[in-house]
């Protein structure tokens, strides 16, 4: 990565950071304890997602690529997550391998659409996918927890994607936190596709017209591009899902 993309990439991350450290602070979590909570994910994510093509991941690759020293990986790898942290992590999954489905080719139909899917035993299968984009989660917990969601339907020994969100538990108090997710999973795949920002911002809305975290990006992009009547429509659908947010509201009257 040259310094340009490394400078880029930091100064985003900095104001995705911004908004979940004032949450964080505002309930007391001091920075040793998110230090240690960021770690862990880092180990998590170097051995769910970046093992080797056809390799078991091991501790002396994940302290190489993160940094953390082989005893320290160790330590965090055998450290059992709790229940919330469990779910969100079959959440993170669940919404990866939905964002797969609408984003990678493999998996549409002649009409550029989600396909529906063979469930195994065949290329470019629902089994295919879940290996792909959920990590060690099994096919069949897999399609468990989306058929239980809405999200799809099985068939005749065939998946069928109905609904183009997994939704989180809504009486998790901080559900609306996982909106970014769905942002972070969806994005990276749309502008490797050639599509710009705001194409990939408009993708994500497709999918997920409630997303306010897109909507407000659109706004925003509608605004600095001069275009009034996509930024004026962009506000209301935003001042509709959102009526107490300060910003859009004081736009909007």
Wanted: charged residues 25%.
């Amino acid at each position: 990565m040259s310094k340009n993309q490394q400078h880029a990439l930091f100064s985003a991350t900095r104001r995705l950071l911004r908004p979940l450290v004032r949450i964080l602070l505002r309930n007391g979590v001091a920075h040793g304890a998110f230090a240690e909570l960021t770690k862990k994910v880092f180990v998590d994510v170097a051995f769910d997602e970046f093992a080797p093509d056809g390799k078991k991941q091991t501790v002396s690759r994940v302290s190489a690529m993160t940094g953390l020293t082989r005893k320290e990986v160790a330590r965090l790898h055998e450290l059992q997550q709790t229940d919330d942290t469990s779910s969100q992590a079959r959440y993170n999954r669940a919404v990866r391998v939905i964002s797969g489905w609408m984003n990678d080719t493999r998996f549409h139909d002649s009409a550029g659409k989600p396909a529906e899917l063979p469930v195994s035993g065949q290329p470019h299968s629902f089994d295919e996918l879940v290996r792909q984009y959920s990590g060690d989660i099994p096919t069949r917990a897999m399609l468990s927890m989306l058929v239980e969601s809405g999200s799809v339907e099985e068939l005749d020994g065939k998946v069928r994607l109905i609904r183009f969100a997994y939704q989180a538990n809504p009486r998790d108090r901080w559900a609306g936190l996982t909106l970014a997710d769905d942002m972070l999973a969806t994005l990276p795949q749309a502008l490797q596709r050639g599509m710009d920002q705001r194409q990939a911002l408009q993708a994500i809305i497709d999918v997920r017209p409630d997303h306010i975290e897109a909507l407000r990006a659109l706004w925003h992009l509608a605004e600095q591009r001069g275009d009034q009547v996509a930024a004026q429509t962009y506000l209301q659908r935003l001042h509709r899902l959102s009526p107490l947010d300060r910003e859009a509201r004081d736009r909007v009257h």
